[in-house]
């Protein structure tokens, strides 16, 4: 039995309370005057955001088993026994896209071990020597054979200074190994081991090569600003022509040569592209940020797009609910708001099984014809729960029902893909 040191006043409201009040009659907190606890501080948080309480434990059997009954049952009036359809779907939505983030760090990784297969298992590699990063190291075990990296190690002995190993490196492979090797490397990397004299020198190179071009670009620009000074502004674009044209006329020789190397900077790598000087403001920055993108790490820019989905949805569902709205228009009685609710409610359960299913694909299932099998039959439970729902919630007959419940998923699906690449596109500028 707990055990309450109880208040003559609440701690809340200042209200008068009697000793057999267990909480204030006014504001309805407790009755207590002990320090919060940890579990006390959980329980408020929870029952206050995610309403993780009988509320919630009621809601679970008919969600999972019973499609439409929480929808009818909130439009009916029975508000108070069941879960918020916004919370209850904030809750999944977490558990949701935290699964989704995991799985796609995870597969994200798989993919780069999966590039490595067959060098990984045969070579130890360099990793343990002082100053050779993960790719390098990739470098050397995909392009050093097993022989010439025994040997390698033979001249290392224990002395494992990167000095040592530049030394025994250059001593020992061959002329095929070593154009491999070249050819893996940035500048940067060039002149690391000792395969150029200075990495300054390349740079200077590549900016040589432009430094006439680029000084006739500059003293043509006020002569281009001073004509288009009373018309519009000039574009590569003509009637058949995009704004992403202007990626097929750039120059990319010297970029996908010199893009890992950090010693040139983005601007320097612009600078050597020839790009038009005609084209408009959004297409400089969309140049530019293919530079960065390009010379980022995949897995940063994966991420950085998946942040971004739980908002993406977020706005898709009321455009979910509006397409239900405009299917039934000829129901009056049917308000927005039940679309929008029995909308929270479908992607609350389709969040959760999906979850639960990347869960069991991804670290339960090995067997990739098992695995799409698996996720077939996901999407058809999904579905299946999704048209009952919809047969419960609007009451028509099942050949109806069926038409509009297609037209539905048509529209929604052409949405999403024009959302998820919008929301690709922006994630890309924002980078």
């Not at 288009?228 to 750039?250: C, G, H, M, Q, R």
């Not at 069926?402 to 949405?415: A, E, H, Q, T």
Request: glycine letters at 4%; hydrophobic letters at 40%.
């Amino acid at each position: 039995m707990k055990i309450r040191r109880k208040s003559n006043n609440c701690l809340n409201c200042s209200a008068s309370l009697d000793s057999v009040y267990n909480y204030c009659p006014i504001c309805g907190q407790e009755n207590t005057t002990s320090n919060v606890s940890v579990k006390t501080l959980l329980g408020d948080f929870f029952n206050t955001y995610l309403a993780v309480d009988s509320k919630f434990a009621k809601s679970v059997k008919p969600f999972f088993i019973k499609p439409g009954f929480l929808t009818n049952q909130y439009v009916e009036g029975k508000r108070a026994s069941y879960a918020h359809p916004i919370r209850l779907y904030l809750i999944i939505s977490i558990f949701y896209f935290f699964i989704i983030s995991i799985v796609g760090g995870s597969m994200a990784k798989e993919e780069e071990e999966k590039d490595n297969a067959g060098v990984i298992n045969i070579h130890r590699g360099f990793s343990g020597v002082e100053g050779v990063t993960s790719k390098e190291n990739k470098n050397f075990k995909r392009n050093i054979s097993e022989k010439t990296e025994e040997q390698i190690y033979i001249d290392l002995d224990t002395i494992r200074t990167f000095e040592k190993f530049r030394e025994a490196l250059l001593k020992n492979i061959n002329k095929e190994e070593k154009e491999e090797i070249i050819d893996d490397l940035d500048s940067a990397g060039l002149y690391k081991y000792g395969f150029i004299e200075s990495s300054q020198n390349v740079r200077d190179s590549i900016l040589a090569a432009d430094i006439k071009r680029i000084a006739e670009r500059e003293a043509r620009q006020d002569s281009i600003i001073a004509y288009n000074k009373n018309a519009a502004p000039i574009s590569i674009n003509s009637d058949e022509e995009t704004i992403f044209d202007v990626f097929e006329n750039l120059d990319y020789n010297k970029f996908n040569k010199y893009k890992y190397d950090k010693s040139i900077s983005d601007e320097s790598l612009y600078d050597s592209m020839s790009v038009p000087e005609n084209i408009t403001d959004f297409q400089v920055l969309m140049v530019k940020q293919l530079i960065r993108v390009q010379r980022a790490d995949d897995e940063q820019i994966v991420q950085f797009i998946l942040k971004n989905l739980p908002l993406m949805m977020l706005l898709l569902i009321p455009l979910f609910a509006l397409v239900l709205k405009v299917l039934y228009v000829r129901r009056k009685q049917e308000l927005y708001i039940k679309h929008l609710i029995h909308a929270l409610h479908l992607h609350s359960f389709a969040y959760f099984i999906y979850g639960v299913s990347l869960i069991i694909v991804h670290y339960w299932i090995a067997n990739e014809e098992l695995q799409g099998t698996f996720a077939f039959i996901t999407f058809v439970g999904v579905s299946t729960y999704a048209y009952i729902s919809f047969m419960k919630v609007y009451k028509q007959k099942w050949l109806k029902t069926f038409i509009k419940f297609n037209l539905v998923g048509m529209v929604y699906f052409s949405l999403i893909m024009t959302f998820f690449i919008a929301e690709m596109l922006i994630s890309l500028l924002l980078f």
